[in-house]
Structure formats: C-alpha cells, structure tokens
C-alpha cells in the first residue's frame, strides 16, 4: 500500500513526529528557506506524483505563515499528488465572522475561500465557531473539526484534585459545561450585570458552595490573556484560590503568558500552538482522525 505523505512546517517538530509514530503516514522531505529579498524558496524531495499528501501547519501569527502554505499545497499539486491535505490544529480568522463596523471585511469568510481553493480538506481542532456554527457554512472542501474537550478533562482529572470548571463568559459556557462533564465535576459561567454604562458586577453564581474546589478557568483561546485575568481577579476577590487558566489554543498575542504568570496564575494549554505552556497532547486525538480522513 502506498503509505501517504506528512509535510511538516517549521515550529511544529514535536507534533509532527508524535503523528508520525502513531500513524502510517511517512514524514516528507522538503527544502523551506527565505531568498535575501523575503520571498519563500521550496523544493520537495519526495516522489508525490499519484500520492495523498498533507501539510502540518500551525496558524497562529498566520500571515506570515500562510503565503509558504499555499505555496508548497500547490507545488505539491503541480508535481502530480492526489490530494492536499492541511492539518492546522489551530484554525486562525475564525473570530472577524461578521461585519462588526462598516466598511470592515469578513475576513473568516475570505480566508474559508482561500484554503478551499488550495487543499483539498481541512482537518482541525476546536475552531472558534461563534456566529459561523459549522465549518462547512464557509469552507468548500471536507473539513472537519477535532474537540479537546476530553484531553483537557484527562489533564483535570490527573492534576487538579476538588476541581470547579468554570467559564469566564457567556460564550466560553460551551466548553465549561462539556469539559465539567467529561472530568465529573461542577461548572459555572461567570455573570455579568451591567447596572450602567461603566459600572458592570461580574459574579460567581453559587461562589458560597465552591469556596473548597480549586477553580480551574476554561476557554477556547488566551490571545491577550485579559479575559483570563479579569476574570481571576473576579474569583479571587470572591475568596478563591488562584485559579488554573487552560485553553486549547494558547495564542499569547504581546507577552500575554508573562502577564498572566506574573499575575500568579498557572497556564495550560494544549499543543495546537507549540509553547512552554503546552501540557494537553492532541496527537492522539489527531492521529486517530488522520488514520480515516478523509476517506
Ligand atoms: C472570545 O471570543 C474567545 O473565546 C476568547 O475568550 C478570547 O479570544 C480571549 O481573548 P483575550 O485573551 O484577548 O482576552
């Protein structure tokens, strides 16, 4: 049988070898560098003509990581593979889904377009599906969405002993209530209570019954890491303990990591981004769905 072919992009040698160990996927071998004036050189050494191939790539910080992508999908196009895969455990544009003020662009929609013109399907993990619910409302080719969810309740379970799940918004409720369910434990989403323009009461339901559980703050995405911090603030001000931040993809947009362990709090974070904080494999996850996708 001819096995299929796994290009890695730079950043990402860990993951890439763990996919390889646990799958029948063979490791591609290309030359990636910078000509003097910027633009990407690209050889590939393998023989791709008839094969099923795909490209290992993370996408945070993805315009300069996205132009090289598309230019190895195509020549691996060129030099006769069968399919063009993109593994991309972090998916990035996935929060411009609308148009937020006049004259902005909807640039989740324009990306979705760009990717469905160059691969041939999309595999990730845990999108950030707001006002886009699935990635098929926007994506044109076979793509399919991976959840953390229970790698990150197997983390909880060997870590962390009285453990209290909680979202720090509304819109993180998806995860904290499926997280919470898969570790057996409670969950609870912060609230907020706008009584005024500035003046907004962000509480912990039910803080009077937790006050023994260490809480543990659960999201999709830590860009900034201010929703992370606020909200810690919240739980420690309400008499918690200081909490354990985890999200699957740790984006860490200017120094954000330092802010929030200088802010006492432990960060974990899945391998969807390679970083110190990584703690959370989803190489099983992902193996598991390459050895059947996407036939
Ligand atoms: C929001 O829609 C996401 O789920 C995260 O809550 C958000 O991206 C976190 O951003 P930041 O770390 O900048 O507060």
């Known amino acids: 049988m001819t096995r299929k072919i796994l290009y890695s992009m730079p950043g990402q040698a860990a993951l890439s070898e763990s996919l390889l160990s646990l799958t029948d996927w063979q490791a591609g071998d290309m030359i990636l560098r910078q000509f003097p004036d910027g633009e990407s050189y690209l050889r590939v050494l393998d023989d791709v003509q008839g094969r099923d191939v795909a490209i290992l790539c993370q996408l945070h910080q993805p315009d ?11 020549t691996l196009r ?3 593979a069968q399919r063009v895969g993109l593994v991309a455990p972090y998916l990035a544009y996935m929060r411009q889904d609308k148009r937020f003020n006049q004259g902005e662009g909807i640039s989740s929609h324009y990306f979705a377009r760009l990717i469905s013109q160059h691969m041939d399907w999309l595999l990730t993990v845990d999108p950030h599906l707001h006002r886009i619910h699935q990635l098929d ?5 076979p793509a399919r969405s991976l959840t953390a969810v229970q790698p990150i309740a197997d983390w909880i379970r060997q870590h962390v002993p009285k453990p209290l799940v909680i979202g720090p918004d509304s819109e993180s409720e998806q995860w904290a209530a499926r997280v919470a369910d898969a570790a057996a434990c409670p969950w609870e989403v912060l609230q907020k ?10 509480s912990l339901p039910h803080v009077e019954n937790y006050l023994d559980r260490t809480p543990i703050l659960v999201d999709d995405i830590i860009s900034t890491g201010k929703t992370m911090i606020q909200a810690a603030r919240h739980l420690i001000n309400a008499g918690m303990t200081n909490p354990v931040c985890i999200a699957v993809h740790g984006i860490f947009a200017q120094g954000a990591l330092a802010d929030m362990q200088n802010n006492g709090l432990r960060v974990v974070t899945s391998n969807s981004i390679a970083d110190d904080s990584n703690q959370i494999d989803l190489a099983p996850l992902l193996s598991d769905a390459l050895m059947l996708f996407p036939d």
């Open 64 to 74: 300069s990581r996205v132009l090289p992508l598309l230019l190895l999908a195509d």
């Open 78 to 80: 060129d030099l006769g």
């Open 137 to 141: 409302e926007v994506y044109s080719i």
């Open 193 to 202: 209570q706008r009584f005024g323009d500035r003046d907004v009461d962000v």
